[in-house]
């Protein structure tokens, strides 16, 4: 079954500690990659995506991402956490076959101490 | 920013009672889709929503569940004869074309409590 996993399902770092937040996935063929963020009390909102070109996406807040298609991975990373980073991060595939269901990952309890 | 609204933020109902929640897509969105998260369980995808009729469904969309678009911003789930394992929170989404093009926009959520 299709399938993602997130290594991780509570970190807790100190600040400007650096961070990665490993995802894999089980789908096989073209995929899309997301990472959602929620911060609490709010809504999950995109933090950044991959489609295709360079494996090395940047998003938002400082956060990047990295594909790497021979191990079905897409783990998030920043060099520095700050507090306001603490949240629940999830990451997310669908095909690129035009299909509409988007799998989430179990998501991963961030922490940051200030 | 364009915001997808969800009511009632809290629902609490009796086991074998029906409930709608109720979700206000972005406007010029076109796709729909319902989720849930059960209490520190994955976010799960239910159904997906296009041009008036269901485009993909989870294993979970069961008959019990239902979605409509009653008129031409609100999107609703109703489920039927709610059960304890019902309780989770609802999230609905919107995005303005078709996956994989368009990320997921997300409401507040739902938090459905069967009791």
């Known amino acids: 079954a299709q399938s993602v996993s997130q290594h991780n399902h509570h970190v807790i770092l100190s600040e400007a500690a650096s961070l990665e937040l490993g995802c894999n996935y089980s789908?096989?063929?073209?995929?899309?990659l997301f990472w959602y963020v929620q911060y609490p009390g709010q809504h999950l909102q995109l933090l950044l995506k991959y489609f295709s070109g360079d494996p090395l996406v940047k998003g938002i807040k400082g956060f990047e991402a990295e594909f790497i298609k021979s191990k079905f991975s897409f783990n998030l990373r920043k060099p520095s956490v700050q507090w306001s980073d603490t949240a629940e991060y999830f990451c997310?595939?669908?095909?690129?076959?035009?299909?509409?269901?988007?799998?989430f990952g179990a998501g991963t309890r961030l922490f940051v101490k200030a | 920013e364009p915001e997808v609204t969800q009511t009632p933020s809290h629902q609490v109902t009796q086991m074998g009672q029906e409930v709608i929640l109720r979700c206000v897509p972005i406007s010029n969105h076109l796709y729909f889709y319902w989720y849930r998260q059960i209490l520190g369980q994955k976010v799960e995808f239910l159904v997906s929503?296009?041009?008036?009729?269901?485009?993909?469904k989870s294993e979970i969309f069961d008959d019990q569940f239902s979605v409509e678009r009653p008129d031409g911003s609100n999107f609703t789930l109703k489920i039927r004869s709610t059960k304890l394992e019902d309780s989770a929170m609802y999230f609905c989404?919107?995005?303005?074309?078709?996956?994989?093009?368009?990320?997921?926009?997300f409401g507040n959520g739902t938090r459905l409590t069967v009791t």
């Open positions: 789908y096989g063929g073209t995929v899309n």
């Open positions: 929503f296009y041009n008036n009729e269901i485009s993909e």
């Open positions: 997310a595939v669908n095909r690129d076959t035009g299909g509409f269901k988007t799998i």
């Open positions: 989404a919107s995005s303005d074309i078709g996956q994989p093009n368009s990320p997921l926009h």
